[in-house]
């Protein structure tokens, strides 16, 4: 038996990152493999799924999902150590039911995916109960035949300098969602639509990119989807909205679908996200596959962009920066803007090789 454990496992939300690189690789492997997903009965906000909780509820091919919303700590310990023994892919660190419990009373092997959470920006936010549950990590890890699975290079540094370097790292990258190129909206000089697609709050920099926009003399449209993880954050985004000036326009379009993703990639011309940091950045690669050039940080997989006509990469601490990869689209004939969708739409395309990458996670399962 093969399980995954992640407290938000609901592809009708928006949860971020970690919950499509898991929606993604059931999709590719529950062919091979029995699959079973423990997490919670509840929406990342809070809010009641519409799920019978405490039972297995079949979710896709060998895939079954237990949806806990068991309050009993003892019971909960009692559900997973009574779980037959398999392979446990524990996703994400910072949760103390479907991270620490299913890492220390599982029985098997234990895989550990921090998703991106032992990034140096992820880890100055509620830093006192990071330490916690990196403590009992390190602990554990050391006791138990732990191996750790990172999605990129980086991920693999920061595990060995929060684990130690004698810990055991396979490297997989994500399964990407790759988009059909999409027609571009027609690209007048002087214009621009922008999209964010993402969690709201500080990792992702919407008020600096809110900030950037007052500087600009362009006429710019900036549409921003995602639900809101930081409503004091928010205030602030929203603070900002009333000081733009009337050449730039602001709509919040709340949460989508997954699958409303391409519907809303249309809309825009380039897509805008410069992260304090990204594992892998999930909706940078949907843009990209799309014919969506891009405006992001050097903190993400996805590099030397200008170089291949894809995007710009910019300082994310720099209003000025990402001012000035938003005029340098903005006042981009159409022509030109052609070549450079194009460009992000085969840079991404080449990024993967699926076939590979999915005999990399059998194998991994299968040891």
């Known amino acids: 038996m093969f399980y995954i454990a992640y407290p938000w496992f609901s592809p009708s939300y928006l949860a971020g990152g970690p919950t499509q690189s898991l929606l993604h690789l059931v999709?590719?492997?529950?062919?091979?493999?029995?699959?079973?997903?423990?997490?919670?009965?509840?929406?990342?906000?809070g809010t009641n799924l519409a799920v019978e909780p405490?039972?297995?509820?079949?979710?896709?091919?060998?895939?079954?999902?237990?949806y806990s919303g068991q309050s009993n700590i003892i019971a909960w310990c009692r559900f997973i150590n009574k779980q037959?023994?398999?392979?446990?892919?524990?996703?994400?660190?910072?949760?103390?039911?479907?991270?620490?419990?299913?890492?220390?009373?599982?029985?098997?092997?234990?895989?550990?995916?921090?998703r991106g959470m032992l990034d140096t920006g992820s880890l100055h936010q509620k830093k006192r109960k990071?330490?916690?549950?990196?403590?009992?990590?390190?602990?554990?890890?050391?006791?138990?035949?732990?191996?750790?699975?990172?999605?990129?290079?980086?991920?693999?540094?920061?595990?060995?300098?929060?684990?130690?370097?004698?810990?055991?790292?396979?490297?997989?990258?994500?399964?990407?969602?790759?988009?059909?190129?999409?027609?571009?909206?027609?690209?007048?000089?002087?214009q621009l639509t922008l999209i964010s697609i993402?969690?709201?709050?500080?990792?992702?920099?919407?008020?600096?990119?809110?900030?950037?926009?007052?500087k600009c003399s362009s006429q710019i449209e900036y549409l921003i989807y995602g639900p809101i993880a930081d409503p004091a954050y928010w205030n602030e985004c929203l603070q900002q909205m009333s000081r733009l000036p009337p050449n730039i326009r602001v709509?919040?379009?709340?949460?989508?679908?997954?699958?409303?993703?391409?519907?809303?990639?249309s809309d825009?011309?380039?897509?805008?996200?410069?992260?304090?940091?990204?594992?892998?950045?999930?909706?940078?690669?949907?843009?990209?596959?799309?014919?969506?050039?891009?405006?992001?940080?050097?903190?993400t997989p996805w590099n030397n962009l200008e170089q291949a006509k894809a995007g710009m990469n910019v300082d994310h601490t720099s209003m000025a920066s990402i001012r000035a990869a938003i005029d340098y689209f903005a006042l981009m004939d159409e022509q030109s803007f052609q070549g450079w969708s194009n460009g992000a739409h085969e840079y991404?395309?080449?990024?993967?090789?699926?076939?590979?990458?999915?005999?990399?996670?059998?194998?991994?399962f299968h040891h």
């Open 27 to 45: 999709q590719q492997i529950n062919q091979e493999i029995d699959i079973t997903v423990l997490c919670s009965a509840k929406e990342i906000d």
């Open 348 to 364: 991404a395309y080449r990024a993967f090789d699926i076939a590979s990458i999915k005999n990399d996670y059998l194998a991994l």
């Open 251 to 265: 709509q919040y379009r709340g949460v989508i679908h997954p699958d409303q993703i391409s519907t809303a990639l």
């Open 268 to 299: 825009a011309q380039v897509y805008i996200q410069p992260s304090n940091s990204e594992n892998f950045g999930h909706s940078l690669v949907e843009a990209m596959s799309a014919g969506r050039p891009i405006i992001t940080s050097n903190h």
């Open 84 to 114: 037959p023994a398999g392979i446990w892919y524990i996703n994400g660190i910072y949760s103390l039911r479907f991270a620490l419990l299913p890492l220390w009373l599982g029985k098997g092997k234990k895989i550990i995916c921090p």
């Open 54 to 66: 405490n039972q297995f509820t079949p979710f896709s091919t060998n895939t079954r999902i237990w």
């Open 130 to 190: 990071k330490q916690f549950f990196l403590y009992f990590f390190q602990w554990i890890a050391k006791r138990r035949k732990v191996l750790f699975h990172a999605t990129s290079a980086v991920e693999a540094k920061n595990i060995e300098r929060i684990m130690g370097r004698d810990v055991a790292i396979k490297l997989i990258p994500n399964f990407p969602k790759l988009l059909l190129p999409l027609e571009v909206p027609q690209k007048k000089l002087g």
């Open 198 to 214: 993402a969690l709201i709050g500080p990792m992702k920099n919407h008020l600096l990119v809110l900030q950037a926009l007052e």
